[in-house]
């Protein structure tokens, strides 16, 4: 069935611009294909929107982000602001208030390997081949947002406070559950509950409500024993369901071991409109030079089909789509080896003439 797709393009900072044009030519072609009709609109965000008008998520992004049905996002991060701590308003500022305002407390990176990819991760091919899981990081809570945050009077003590309440934990849990009952059937909380006291908020709730999934298997592990068994035995994970902080740790490593950072693609999803980006950053030393790796936003584009869409096989063509550009070596300079490297467009469009070409 023919649809409307409504979508905005926060395009962001540094290769952000270069990487969500290919996505987005891909999801043209895509509904082209399907018969769908694409509407887009363009938001500012990031370093550029501060440039621009002084805040890196203003509010007539914020209102362009309501009014759509999804989001599809790039990069933001710009290297003037890495290291200038004094610096009253940053990029991520922008990218934590989209996530906050969005209400989107879950976000998710599913970690899969690519068969022409596992020579390139660093760990030993039997251990990574066949590696399957999803992240589910908790977006919107603990420490990133906790409060108070800042420094005494003198500057020499700082503060972080990490809070979580019972709600932000159950709903995003009951999130893991349906998702493993699709999937393995394996949940693996993931927390830091023989230190922390919200970490021990995170297991009581998860073993109240784990009685409720009868048919599903719950793990706990400790943050650290984690991070090592992701390189130890990263087929021992279906879902990994984390807070805040440790899921942005824990998924960088994750990313990893299937080859490139530039591969995994992410939803982030909860009460509004849901975003869709690559889990990478905005790359700035690639900026303008057409060699960065758009693979990661292309497939954030077949998460939005899925997800915020529900059209399977939209997504389907698009993954199928971006392993044949591999299969037949058409990739940037990160994860060409032996073979010739193609440009950011070169890639983006190979793709979309495949989809093209599809009957
Ligand atoms: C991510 C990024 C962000 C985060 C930064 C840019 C604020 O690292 O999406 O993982 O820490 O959440
Ligand atoms: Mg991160």
Redesign the pocket.
């Known amino acids: 069935m023919s649809k409307k797709l409504n979508i905005a393009v926060l395009a962001g900072d540094g290769i952000g611009p270069e990487i969500v044009k290919q996505a987005l030519d891909v999801t043209k072609a895509v509904c082209e294909k399907f018969g769908h009709t694409l509407s887009y609109e363009e938001g500012i965000t990031g370093a550029c929107a501060i440039d621009a008008v002084g805040d890196p998520y203003p509010a007539a992004t914020h209102e362009l982000c309501m009014r759509s049905d999804a989001v599809l996002f790039g990069a933001?991060?710009d290297p003037k602001y890495d290291n200038n701590p004094s610096a009253k308003v940053r990029p991520?500022q922008g990218?934590?208030r989209m996530r906050k305002q969005l209400g989107l407390y879950a976000n998710i990176r599913p970690v899969t390997t690519f068969p022409s990819l596992i020579h390139k991760s660093p760990l030993r091919a039997d251990l990574v081949e066949g590696a399957d899981f999803m992240c589910i990081r908790e977006l919107t809570g603990g420490m990133y947002f906790g409060r108070p945050q800042g420094r005494s009077e003198d500057g020499n003590t700082a503060y972080d406070t990490c809070v979580y309440t019972r709600e932000e934990v159950e709903r995003i849990m009951h999130l893991a559950y349906k998702y493993a009952g699709q999937r393995r059937k394996k949940v693996t909380m993931v927390d830091k509950a023989n230190v922390l006291a919200s970490s021990r908020l995170w297991r009581q709730v998860t073993q109240e409500i784990a009685p409720q999934y009868p048919d599903i298997e719950t793990e706990y592990m400790f943050v650290d024993n984690a991070a090592m068994r992701i390189i130890q035995w990263p087929k021992s994970f279906d879902v990994l369901v984390t807070e805040n902080l440790f899921g942005?740790i824990l998924?960088d490593e994750a990313s990893v071991i299937t080859g490139s950072l530039g591969m995994l693609p992410s939803a982030s999803i909860g009460i509004h409109t849901s975003v869709f980006e690559p889990?990478h950053?905005s790359y700035p030393q690639a900026a303008g030079k057409n060699i960065a790796n758009p693979l990661a936003t292309i497939l954030s584009a077949a998460l939005m089909f899925e997800y915020a869409f529900t059209m399977m096989e939209e997504g389907a063509l698009i993954r199928e789509a971006v392993a044949a550009s591999m299969d037949a070596g058409v990739v940037t300079e990160d994860i060409a080896s032996g073979n010739k490297a193609h440009s950011t467009t070169e890639v983006g469009e190979w793709i979309v003439n495949y989809i093209r070409s599809k009957a």
């Open positions: 933001i991060g991520e990218l934590l942005d998924t889990i950053g």
